[in-house]
């Protein structure tokens, strides 16, 4: 069993930057890939980034440029800068490691305009 406990979420103007982080504990050597997903209000569940065990690393269209995904092995943690942010941006984010699917429970993200 995995857990991954999100933060770093919060309210910010348009133009503004936050950094979420996601911790993971637990059955730790199962994780590989892992990921941020978002979702907006009304919208389905959507990709944001991924990043391997090895650093690479894929973006959606819509956050590439803005958005960067980032791991750090030793602290089993992974991090999403988010700079230049949109109100279209809000969404609660999670994150979620691929093979043994594991979610987080979520950090909101609101952007005003």
């Known amino acids: 069993q995995v857990r991954l406990v999100e933060s770093g979420g919060g309210l910010v103007q348009a133009g503004g930057s936050l950094r979420l982080s996601c911790a993971a504990s637990?059955?730790?050597?199962?994780?590989?890939?892992m990921a941020w997903y978002r979702q907006a209000p009304g919208k389905q569940r959507e990709l944001v980034a991924t990043i391997t065990t090895g650093g690479s690393t894929y973006y959606v269209d819509s956050v590439k440029g803005r958005f960067t995904i980032s791991r750090d092995n030793a602290k089993n943690t992974i991090y999403l800068q988010m700079n230049s942010l949109k109100p279209e941006d809000t969404a609660v984010y999670y994150c979620?490691?691929?093979?043994?699917?594991?979610w987080g429970q979520g950090t909101q993200v609101t952007v005003s305009s």
């Open positions: 637990g059955s730790i050597f199962s994780i590989n890939t």
């Open positions: 979620r490691t691929y093979g043994d699917v594991y």
